[in-house]
């Protein structure tokens, strides 16, 4: 309580921060249409939710379930799935503001957390993600608290610490196998180690020894993943994300350089400029006067960077969200010392110095929440989130057109597709219709191809039988099919625009 009384005025300013982040994150939460992986986890949540028999479900695609565990609950306070997957990750990031705020709070001073926390709250890299129902905001506040817990431990090397931190680990790794970084990153923190203390030999020897406290509960956790019959398979899919090192011998810097362009035109635009520039004297700073602080959180964030560069096939913006935070932080630092700079006006400073860094941030901000189709996003985001197949405009709609069609009647809906944005953007809305006992009243779901099946012309002949597609916009309708209504997406500069469009199938006798 004494503590809370002398730090009444940054309690404050740090709530303020945080109403300014859910303010940037919960209006209009659903606008964005939903992405591929968006409707996957969801359905899966949806799944695992109505089967307790298949609460491991992500194993047979190789992802990790606590996402989709954690979701669960919030079904049964929010009617909208979106919306509830959503509000997940909003809450996530949330604690990821915390996190950096202790971090910056205590292993700096109150200043540096407070202006990382502003920068959590307004940066559009981080804005954008926690407002989508994706893995990687929950990932990235472990990463986070795991950073914060293993600098804790090298001050105070406590067994309370370190099972924390094997928790903290562990549920990275049940996040997402991109959790592994946590682990490997660890020895960064090392860094920060008091050389020239009394019994440091003592204290090493209890930091290791704790280390293996941590890595030890973080791998039992991670084991819990055996209980699931799909544990075999998880690393199924590897070589469809990673390069492995034989393929990549020979041209050590493919894809390395490539990835190196994407992050060079995705880093002004979703961290802006100011923010980037900021960063850059933050940590060449750090390098130069050699803060031991510094060092260690630059070491744990590049480490995954460089590696996710050197070996991904597939390289996007979400990949290396968990990288982000910690970065912003050591911009916080950097403009922390350059206003020290003016000891006279260091707070003035300040207060100048978080305001330039915030205006071009919150003016994307503000088209994300009002207009996310014409936000100025790199190429990379628009395609795979507004432009094409992944994209599900429309499927709400869509489906409270089934929901009042199915009041008459059971009907069929076919979908072009069987994983991804069709069918479970759809199915996430007709969930409840799946487990109807009233055989005159349901939505029977049916994946497919682009073509219309035979099981579906057939269907055609005895329930009103509908079908939903992805389409280029001018795409010639069959004889077959009737169109009744089409969602068109954001134009692509070079593609033609598509479009998510319902069909009527007409039956053929």
Not at 291 to 301: A, F, G, M, P
Not at 318 to 326: D, H, V
Not at 439 to 453: C, D, E, L, Q, R
Request: net charge positive.
């Amino acid at each position: 309580m004494r503590w809370i009384g002398k730090n009444k005025l940054l309690l404050l300013i740090l709530f303020l921060i945080s109403a300014l982040y859910f303010a940037l994150r919960l209006p209009n939460l659903t606008l964005q249409p939903i992405f591929a992986d968006e409707a996957i986890y969801i359905r899966w949540a949806q799944i695992m939710k109505s089967e307790p028999t298949l609460r491991f479900l992500p194993l047979s695609d190789g992802k990790t379930p606590l996402f989709m565990w954690a979701m669960i609950p919030f079904f049964k306070i929010f009617e909208d799935p979106l919306f509830a997957g959503r509000f997940l990750s909003v809450l996530s990031g949330f604690f990821t503001l915390l996190g950096i705020s202790f971090i910056g709070w205590r292993f700096f001073n109150a200043r540096v957390g407070l202006l990382g926390a502003l920068l959590i709250a307004v940066t559009p890299y981080i804005v954008f993600f926690d407002r989508m129902a994706l893995v990687d905001s929950m990932l990235t506040v472990f990463t986070v608290w795991s950073l914060a817990l293993g600098l804790l431990l090298i001050q105070s090397p406590r067994w309370d610490l370190a099972m924390l931190l094997g928790y903290l680990m562990g549920g990275g790794l049940l996040t997402k196998p991109s959790g592994v970084f946590n682990l490997i990153s660890l020895p960064a923190t090392i860094l920060t180690f008091n050389w020239l203390g009394v019994n440091k030999e003592g204290k090493l020897v209890r930091i290791f020894f704790t280390w293996g406290v941590a890595v030890i509960i973080t791998l039992i956790i991670y084991n819990i993943l055996r209980l699931g019959p799909g544990f075999t398979t998880m690393n199924s899919r590897n070589q469809d994300y990673i390069f492995l090192p034989q393929e990549i011998k020979d041209r050590i810097w493919d894809p390395f350089i490539p990835h190196f362009r994407d992050i060079s035109e995705w880093w002004p635009k979703l961290l802006t400029l100011p923010i980037l520039m900021m960063g850059a004297i933050g940590v060449s700073w750090g390098i130069v006067s050699r803060n031991k602080h510094v060092l260690s959180i630059l070491v744990w964030t590049l480490v995954p960077l460089i590696v996710q560069m050197m070996f991904l096939r597939t390289f996007t913006t979400r990949y290396i969200l968990f990288s982000i935070p910690p970065l912003l932080l050591l911009t916080a630092w950097g403009v922390d010392q350059l206003c020290q700079r003016f000891k006279k006006y260091n707070l003035r400073f300040m207060i100048l110095g978080a305001g330039i860094l915030a205006v071009l941030p919150l003016i994307l901000d503000y088209q994300l929440l009002t207009n996310p189709f014409e936000a100025d996003l790199p190429r990379e985001s628009k395609r795979g989130y507004f432009e094409e197949w992944t994209a599900g405009y429309g499927l709400d709609e869509v489906a409270k057109f089934l929901i009042i069609e199915a009041k008459k009647e059971s009907i069929v809906v076919g979908t072009e597709g069987s994983f991804g944005t069709l069918p479970d953007g759809l199915e996430i809305y007709l969930d409840k219709y799946h487990h109807l006992t009233d055989n005159n009243h349901k939505i029977s779901v049916v994946g497919g191809k682009a073509t219309i099946s035979a099981q579906l012309k057939q269907a055609a002949l005895d329930h009103p039988t509908y079908y939903v597609a992805n389409r280029a916009k001018n795409f010639p309708v069959p004889s077959e099919l009737r169109l009744l209504k089409e969602y068109p997406k954001v134009i692509g500069p070079t593609l033609p625009q598509e479009a998510i469009m319902l069909f009527k199938v007409i039956p053929s006798r």
